[in-house]
């Protein structure tokens, strides 16, 4: 009985081999050309080759609200069949974009020790687009110590000792929610 049991089992395997290897040929015949579907994009020069469409959509998304700009910022438009032709490299603007990244991805290897994901891509372990951006694409240089003097929640928003500027509110009563800071707004070319 319990061998009888077991040559059944064998045969099984046996059969479920064949049958797999059947199913990986008859799938190999069905796409000729396996490459195109491990590489979808045709112009990348610093993002993953092997990058998935999933992956490249969230990036592009990222790269769009980091610099509060549109696809358009950086991509053009074909003119003869009035789409957007995004492997064409007609802008300067997605030029830098690839030194940025470049540079972000130096950033985070080089001061944040930064590993590689399975992509072989280096992670955004400290800072991205966003850390300088802050969601416009062209971020100005500001000397810190000439904006007026923002304090964290809760705290009185001028340093101890010092009378309020003209203007700002005094801070909450101690207890009292603190506002809502104000929305960033969000500059699109
Ligand atoms: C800040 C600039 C920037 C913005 C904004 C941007 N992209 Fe890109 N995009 C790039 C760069 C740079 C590359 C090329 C990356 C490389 O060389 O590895 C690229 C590549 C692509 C590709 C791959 C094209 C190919 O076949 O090589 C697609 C698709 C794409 N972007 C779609 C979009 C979409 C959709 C949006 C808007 C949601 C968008 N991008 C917004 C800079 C940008
Ligand atoms: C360390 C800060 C920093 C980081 C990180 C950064 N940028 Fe920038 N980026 C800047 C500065 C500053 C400028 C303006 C450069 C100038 O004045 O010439 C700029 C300019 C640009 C421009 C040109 C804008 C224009 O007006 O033509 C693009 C495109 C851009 N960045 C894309 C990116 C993308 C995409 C990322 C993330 C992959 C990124 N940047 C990360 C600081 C940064």
Redesign the pocket.
Known sequence: MFKRAYIIMTINKKLLATIGLLSAVVFMAMSPDAKPADEPFKNLKVLPKNISKEEMHKTMEE?EH??GARCSF?HVRNEDTKKMDFAADGKP?KE??RE??K??QD?NKKYFHAQKDSTDRIMESS???Y???RGV???EVVRASELPRQAPAGQPSWAPGTTPAPGTTPAPAAGATPPAPAPVPEKKP
């Open positions: 790269w980091a610099l950086c603007e830098m974009a940025m990244y540079m972000t950033i800072i991205n687009c850390s300088c951006h694409s062209h971020p």
